[in-house]
């Protein structure tokens, strides 16, 4: 599926659709430049799975944890990771193989770890189309 976006709104609503059609268990990584609007498109899924606080990107800590909504909701962003075996000491499988959804920018940098069967999220802009859009392709990994 491939959706354009016009607006930081769009990726949001983008966000809550995809959220109410996850299961627990399921996997989506999300793949874009820094400024494309994962942290929105993150934010919509946050609300999509009916989690009230504030959703930021867990740069610094690389995993966030959400226990408020409908399921868990696990945020990673692996920007930092130096060497996937740093995944490892987290518990990535725990929270891969569990009963959350799970959200991962940047997973490129960690593809040799991904599960076999994922939802890949990528995000791209288009200065040529205007400043907010977004072409956001979404994709089933298996």
């Not at 518990?91 to 991962?104: Q, W």
Request: charged share 25%.
């Amino acid at each position: 599926m491939v959706v354009e976006s016009f607006s930081p709104e769009e990726t949001l609503a983008l966000g809550i659709r995809l959220a109410k059609e996850a299961k627990p268990g399921q996997v989506y990584t999300l793949i874009g430049d820094l400024g494309v609007g994962k942290t929105v498109l993150t934010q919509g899924i946050a609300q999509g799975l009916e989690i009230e606080e504030p959703i930021c990107s867990p740069t610094f800590t690389i995993v966030q944890e959400y226990h408020s909504g409908r399921m868990p909701f696990y945020h990673f962003d692996v920007y930092r990771i130096g060497d996937v075996e740093e995944m490892d000491e987290i518990g990535f499988d725990d929270y891969v193989y569990g009963d959350g959804l799970t959200m991962i920018e940047w997973a490129n940098l960690i593809e040799e770890i991904l599960p076999r069967e994922y939802t890949r999220i990528t995000i791209e802009k288009n200065l040529e189309r205007g400043f907010d859009y977004r072409k956001i392709t979404v994709e089933d990994i298996v």
